[in-house]
């Protein structure tokens, strides 16, 4: 024990890094516990549409959306969202929602959102539509 504190006093930001980190990773692993949505990779995604059709909202620019997206997929921006405008999945509470962005960090918050607002079985395509179309899986510019 006093190993530890000679440590601490000698190299005081070597220590406040190691707590700093070991915050932020419990941190990271509590709100994925605590939070609503789910994240899924692009297999489990088309489990959710092929079986349960589970709704695809693509959270990306229209200018994105128009070059390439899952088919069926609803384009509602984050900011359609963040004002409650979704108009589009708003009487499918109940249904599978998978949400997607370019990369998958943008449709982590629009999924929380999406959660508040009374969607219950929200998931979140974590890679995005970049891990997507890294599967080889279709997409349509229709």
Known sequence: ????????????????AWVAIAAMLI????????????????QQATQLINKQ??????????DEFKKGHIVNAKNITPSQIQEGKFAAIE??????????????TRSAAA??????AGFEQVNNLFSGMSGWTSANL???KK
């Not at 024990?1 to 406040?16: G, K």
């Not at 990271?28 to 899924?40: W, Y």
């Not at 059709?53 to 229209?62: E, F, G, L, S, Y």
């Open 1 to 16: 024990m006093q190993e530890y504190i000679d440590f601490i006093t000698n190299n005081p930001m070597l220590a406040a």
């Open 27 to 42: 941190y990271s692993v509590v709100k994925d516990k605590l939070s609503k949505i789910n994240n899924i990779n692009p």
């Open 53 to 62: 059709d589970a709704i695809v909202v693509d959270i990306r620019t229209a």
């Open 91 to 104: 009487n499918n509470k109940q249904t599978p929602i998978i949400v997607v962005c370019a990369s998958g």
């Open 111 to 116: 999924g929380e959102k999406l959660a508040k």
């Open 138 to 140: 279709p997409t349509t």
